[in-house]
């Protein structure tokens, strides 16, 4: 972010009503000013001026001609929501962000206090996507982003090159201060950098030729992508969505992705063959608050936890996480994994998952597409001989996983969310409540639209007269609610 680090004292916040009449002028440094335009806001809405009296700029050159430096205005009391949504939304590229963000204010301050809650007005649903458009990026940035030490004598030193969508190299520096404190590091981008050295520094913008080629840190990198990769989870067409071409230049892991590819169904059909594992018991209290303790700051950060968590009740052989591209427009709810899920790792891969696919595709929704998980993310079961038979979560341990779920949800933050079955209703909106009274659109309570249906299962068990007629009502709500979700 080039343009925010030049001083900001030369971009302060200043009106001018000369030419404009009584158009009030405010000129914010390019980049994410988020510092000027709080200030701004809150003596713009002191002052009761009303959003369409007011220019946000932030060209560069228009701003040497600022010349009048005003005092912030008193606190704005703003509900959470609001507060949080700000610095999500600054950061964006589009040039009416701040605009956008003092017409929610204005409105909030004016009678409509709750209007976050609405999901269906167009201007939070505009701010809605573009706070998702950045967390899509600062993913990216943390994911992406490679390190490489520096040649030379002394202090040793790395860098990294990245190239963000949006204005969000100071919003995503402090997780690399935390993942590298130890290190000293500078990283370029083509609008602004950012240095560590024991305190975090931002400077002018850096060039990919800067940063080298590289380096003995490059084995390291490939060996922990080697050692993280799961066969049984590939799927190149998400792959490719989630990590973009663009960013495979700077990152030397993805020189392993074509061997990796090659050797994956091998691997996968060992994994699957592979006898279900009876782990110990454990203690279900520990194990929630260390879930609540960790503040995972991405949707891999957050797998790797459930992935090192074990089972709430003693018995699967590992935790199945959700699949699907990071954005995905349409997220999917089940219960918990079954018995081939707990084997292969992947959710909805048995019987009930393969139903699902068709409907899936009969209803127009390429599962590659779409985002799907489960409430619960252990197998829970009672074994009948050799056979492990599938046994519904509590209310109790659907809530342990609900953390999990909405910071899942988060990450990927898609734009409906189709609860599968009554588990995944409760998991949604911690109630219970009958499929066949709250079947069709739903509000979940949260930034995403909502919607209800049955479960696939439901539909295998149902006797063969009654099956065809409830698959069709199945394959008519996935249409809906792909329409809901276009
Ligand atoms: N049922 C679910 O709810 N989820 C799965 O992943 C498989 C079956």
Redesign the pocket.
């Known amino acids: 972010m080039g343009e925010a680090l030049l001083p900001r004292s030369s971009f302060s916040p200043f009106e001018g009503r000369g030419k404009l009449g009584s158009i009030h002028v405010v000129s914010l440094a390019p980049g994410a000013d988020l510092a000027s335009f709080r200030a701004a806001a809150r003596r713009l809405i002191a002052a009761e001026i009303p959003p369409d009296n007011i220019v946000w700029q932030t060209e560069a050159a228009s701003l040497f001609g600022a010349d009048t430096v005003s005092a912030e205005g008193p606190p704005l009391p703003l509900p959470r929501a609001v507060a949080e949504l700000i610095p999500m939304v600054v950061p964006h590229r589009d040039p009416e962000r701040y605009g956008l963000l003092y017409g929610l204010l204005w409105r909030v301050t004016h009678g409509e206090r709750a209007l976050m809650e609405v999901a269906s007005d167009p201007l939070v649903h505009r701010l809605h996507r573009m706070r998702k458009a950045i967390q899509r990026d600062l993913h990216k940035m943390h994911a992406f982003l490679r390190f490489r030490r520096v040649p030379g004598e002394g202090q040793e030193r790395f860098v990294a090159w990245f190239e963000p969508d949006h204005h969000i190299l100071e919003a995503a520096a402090p997780f690399f201060v935390d993942r590298f404190r130890a290190l000293e590091w500078s990283i370029l981008t083509p609008e602004g950098s950012a240095h560590w050295d024991g305190a975090l520094t931002f400077g002018p913008p850096g060039r990919r030729e800067d940063v080298p080629e590289g380096d003995g840190f490059e084995a390291g990198w490939r060996d922990y992508y080697e050692s993280t990769f799961n066969p049984a989870r590939l799927n190149l067409d998400a792959m490719r969505a989630e990590m973009p071409r663009k960013y495979w230049r700077n990152m030397p892991e993805t020189a392993a992705i074509p061997s990796l590819v090659r050797a994956a169904s091998a691997r996968a059909q060992a994994m699957i063959e592979k006898e279900p594992t009876m782990p110990a018991k454990r203690d279900p209290v520990r194990a929630v608050a260390k879930m609540a303790q960790d503040e995972p700051d991405s949707l891999d950060a957050l797998n790797a936890i459930i992935a090192r968590s074990e089972p709430l009740v003693p018995g699967a052989t590992q935790a199945?996480l959700g699949e699907g591209p990071v954005g995905a427009r349409i997220a999917f709810v089940?219960?918990?994994?079954?018995d081939?899920?707990d084997r292969q790792g992947?959710?909805?891969?048995?019987p009930?998952?393969q139903l699902l696919s068709r409907a899936l595709e009969e209803a127009g929704i390429d599962r590659r597409e779409a985002y799907?998980t489960?409430?619960v993310k252990h197998f829970k079961f009672s074994l009948r001989g050799k056979r492990r038979i599938h046994e519904k979560p509590t209310a109790g341990e659907v809530s342990h996983y609900r953390w999990w779920l909405e910071r899942e949800l988060d990450f990927v933050a898609p734009k409906l969310v189709v609860a599968?079955?009554a588990?995944?209703v409760l998991a949604l909106t911690g109630k219970q409540i009958p499929i066949t009274r709250a079947r069709g659109p739903a509000d979940f309570g949260r930034p995403f639209e909502g919607f209800i249906t049955v479960?696939?299962?439901y539909l295998l068990r149902l006797p063969d007269e009654a099956k065809e007629v409830a698959y069709q009502a199945f394959v008519d709500d996935l249409r809906r609610a792909n329409a809901m979700a276009a």
């Open positions: 199945v089940g219960e918990q994994p079954g081939q899920e992947r959710p909805f891969v048995g009930a998952g799907l489960n409430a599968l079955g588990t995944a479960h696939p299962s």
